[in-house]
């Protein structure tokens, strides 16, 4: 399993509300909602702590959830729905057809709702190709990069490989001209192989890849964040990786997002993932969490299960007043202060991930993680040289 998002993806722009305490909340931009905490596979990596969990959640409660954010009109009017946390395709095809006719029932005439879902693909067929086109939902595809990388990590719960099954996949959405993006999980051993992983995507051709070193989060404690030297490693990967990609083979995640927030100007970006209520989380139950999914089935002494609300007892209001949900705030936000006194980065950030400063620091009030060196830091230094040299060269 692979984590949802990068937090530079959805930068908050929009107005949003404060709370008794002071702390701005919202708008709400992204619910993630997971089908099933069960996965099919074992991944060496995966953060999940409840993935031999089959439960399913039911229709109702996906649309109920939906229905809570349009009922505290905290919605943004651009709203991603996104079905993640667990492999979303052991639900049955059936519960997203039901679902998606109660959610177009209550969706506001003003509101843009766009499905997204993360998937590994073992299971995609035909079939699945065919809800994807009649419910308009964006697919993005987990693989790692050749078989030698990805079988050493994603196999099935009897230690098979996947990368075959994953491949026959991408060619079948392919040939329905179904679109897909790409999250790869680079490993240590991946650092060494920047040009057979550009080759690789740059035959397989997704509209976008995500680059996620793999990290300590939720309940996975990583191996290549160990490494004295993982940084530089990054680094030099990242350059090579990013010099190959200049024909523009491959479109990568992260510089895409950083040159958009680079170029947008002097506008503070606000970090979706740090933003209380800017993003919420519902499971297979109707429980809600917020700020990060990789939260989601862990327990923290400070934080309980970091659940503060159930769609079908309480509206969103309610659930914001919870001892959890203000704590939780109160804590990520005093991170995300500390963030922007320290860090000549917060403007092209806006204060990091929680779930990495609670994976790597313990807390969330800290502040630099070694994820955020790599997928902010190093990524805004060589756009910025980027973007330099093209002003220089349309300059002369």
């Given at each position: 399993?692979?984590?949802?998002?990068?937090?530079?993806?959805?930068?908050?722009?929009?107005?949003?509300?404060?709370?008794?305490?002071?702390?701005?909340?919202?708008?709400?931009?992204?619910?993630?909602?997971?089908?099933?905490?069960?996965?099919?596979?074992?991944?060496?990596?995966?953060?999940?702590?409840?993935?031999?969990?089959?439960?399913?959640?039911?229709?109702?409660?996906?649309?109920?959830?939906?229905?809570?954010?349009?009922?505290?009109?905290?919605?943004?009017?651009?709203?991603?729905?996104?079905?993640?946390?667990?492999?979303?395709?052991?639900?049955?095809?059936?519960?997203?057809?039901?679902?998606?006719?109660?959610?177009?029932?209550?969706?506001?005439?003003?509101?843009?709702?766009?499905?997204?879902?993360?998937?590994?693909?073992?299971?995609?067929?035909?079939?699945?190709?065919?809800?994807?086109?009649?419910?308009?939902?964006?697919?993005?595809?987990?693989?790692?990069?050749?078989?030698?990388?990805?079988?050493?990590?994603?196999?099935?719960?009897?230690?098979?490989?996947?990368?075959?099954?994953?491949?026959?996949?991408?060619?079948?959405?392919?040939?329905?001209?179904?679109?897909?993006?790409?999250?790869?999980?680079?490993?240590?051993?991946?650092?060494?192989?920047?040009?057979?992983?550009?080759?690789f995507f740059a035959d397989l051709g997704p509209t976008e890849v995500g680059?996620?070193?793999?990290?300590?989060?939720?309940?996975?404690?990583?191996?290549?964040?160990?490494?004295?030297?993982?940084?530089?490693?990054?680094?030099?990967?990242?350059?090579?990786?990013?010099?190959?990609?200049?024909?523009?083979?491959?479109?990568?995640?992260?510089?895409?997002?950083?040159?958009?927030?680079?170029?947008?100007?002097?506008e503070e970006r606000r970090s979706i993932t740090a933003t209380p209520a800017?993003?919420?989380?519902?499971?297979?139950?109707?429980?809600?969490?917020?700020?990060?999914?990789?939260?989601?089935?862990?327990?923290?002494?400070?934080?309980?299960?970091?659940?503060?609300?159930?769609?079908?007892?309480?509206?969103?209001?309610?659930?914001?007043?919870?001892?959890?949900?203000?704590?939780?705030?109160?804590?990520?936000?005093?991170?995300?202060?500390?963030?922007?006194?320290?860090?000549?980065?917060?403007?092209?950030?806006?204060?990091?991930?929680?779930?990495?400063?609670?994976?790597?620091?313990?807390?969330?009030?800290?502040?630099?993680?070694?994820?955020?060196?790599?997928?902010?830091k190093l990524v805004a230094d060589m756009a910025l040289i980027e973007i330099?040299?093209?002003?220089?060269?349309?300059?002369?």
């Amino acid at each position: 399993m692979t984590r949802v998002m990068h937090p530079m993806q959805h930068a908050i722009r929009q107005p949003a509300w404060t709370n008794e305490m002071g702390v701005s909340l919202g708008p709400i931009k992204q619910i993630v909602l997971q089908p099933t905490p069960f996965c099919n596979l074992a991944c060496r990596y995966c953060y999940l702590p409840d993935k031999d969990n089959r439960g399913h959640m039911k229709p109702e409660i996906a649309a109920l959830s939906l229905y809570r954010v349009f009922e505290s009109k905290r919605s943004d009017h651009d709203l991603e729905l996104r079905w993640h946390a667990g492999e979303p395709l052991v639900v049955p095809a059936d519960f997203y057809r039901k679902a998606n006719r109660l959610i177009r029932e209550i969706t506001p005439s003003n509101v843009s709702l766009r499905q997204t879902l993360q998937t590994n693909a073992v299971l995609l067929d035909d079939a699945w190709c065919d809800v994807f086109e009649e419910l308009g939902i964006e697919v993005g595809v987990s693989i790692d990069g050749p078989a030698f990388l990805h079988d050493a990590y994603r196999h099935t719960r009897n230690g098979r490989p996947t990368h075959a099954a994953v491949m026959a996949a991408c060619e079948r959405l392919h040939a329905r001209g179904i679109p897909f993006t790409v999250i790869a999980v680079l490993t240590e051993a991946s650092l060494d192989h920047a040009q057979a992983i550009h080759r690789f995507f740059a035959d397989l051709g997704p509209t976008e890849v995500g680059l996620n070193l793999e990290e300590s989060d939720g309940a996975h404690t990583s191996v290549v964040l160990g490494g004295t030297d993982v940084i530089q490693r990054y680094a030099d990967f990242l350059a090579e990786f990013r010099s190959l990609c200049c024909d523009g083979s491959v479109k990568i995640r992260e510089f895409e997002s950083m040159r958009d927030a680079i170029l947008s100007g002097g506008e503070e970006r606000r970090s979706i993932t740090a933003t209380p209520a800017g993003l919420l989380c519902v499971d297979w139950r109707g429980r809600v969490s917020g700020f990060s999914p990789e939260l989601q089935g862990l327990r923290h002494p400070l934080y309980d299960d970091f659940i503060f609300g159930h769609v079908e007892t309480q509206t969103l209001d309610e659930m914001f007043e919870s001892h959890t949900f203000r704590n939780l705030t109160r804590d990520i936000s005093a991170g995300v202060t500390a963030c922007r006194q320290s860090c000549s980065y917060f403007g092209l950030c806006g204060g990091g991930s929680p779930s990495n400063k609670l994976g790597e620091h313990g807390s969330f009030i800290g502040t630099s993680t070694v994820h955020c060196t790599a997928h902010i830091k190093l990524v805004a230094d060589m756009a910025l040289i980027e973007i330099e040299k093209e002003l220089c060269a349309t300059s002369t």
